[in-house]
């Protein structure tokens, strides 16, 4: 039986997967980008998120309130994919792109923090496979969805969507707080 927080967690972050699996980053066609416009805001996302994980991962530590840090950093997820809908040129598009690495810094590390803190010692192995699995599973849902919503309604349409995923996952993993709040 997995506990609540981790529950909470998993909930969480497959809906954050589902929403970033839908794939922003190939919006840089639509506004007269090509595919190094692609390449470049796929390379801006992974410098500002490798960057600042190893930044935030540290001071993370050293802050009390985990929990909080992840809440923003999904919820700058969410900023950051309606901005998509303000995106009309690819250098606008590396701005998201860099907003949306700070998003994944400041949830990763302190997600991970979190999620091995409230695991169950038992069942490391397993909690992490879910967490691991499902992660891939939620955003080839996403890959797939993202695909069809473009294709049939554009782009505006698929970061409407993206962004009320991205703040229902905010809303999810925002119940830590309160359920570590009533453990004290």
């Not at 960057?51 to 929990?67: A, C, P, Q, T």
């Not at 049939?152 to 996952?169: E, H, K, N, S, W």
């Amino acid at each position: 039986m997995i506990n609540r927080k981790i529950r909470i967690l998993l909930y969480g972050s497959n809906l954050w997967y589902l929403g970033a699996g839908l794939l922003g980053p190939l919006f840089a066609e639509s506004i007269g980008g090509d595919i190094l416009d692609i390449v470049w805001a796929w390379s801006v996302y992974l410098l500002v998120t490798g960057i600042l994980i190893i930044i935030i991962g540290n001071v993370s530590d050293e802050k009390k309130r985990k929990e909080k840090l992840m809440v923003i950093g999904f919820v700058i997820n969410a900023v950051f994919s309606f901005a998509y809908l303000l995106v009309s040129s690819p250098f606008h598009l590396l701005f998201v792109e860099a907003g949306l690495g700070v998003a994944v810094a400041l949830a990763t590390p302190t997600y991970d923090a979190l999620y091995s803190l409230y695991g169950d010692r038992k069942q490391k192995g397993y909690e992490w496979g879910l967490q691991d699995g499902e992660e891939y599973i939620f955003s080839a849902i996403g890959v797939i969805i993202g695909g069809f919503i473009v294709t049939y309604f554009g782009f505006r349409t698929l970061f409407v969507l993206m962004g009320i995923i991205q703040i229902i996952a905010a809303f999810s993993v925002a119940k830590i707080i309160v359920s570590t709040r009533q453990l004290k």
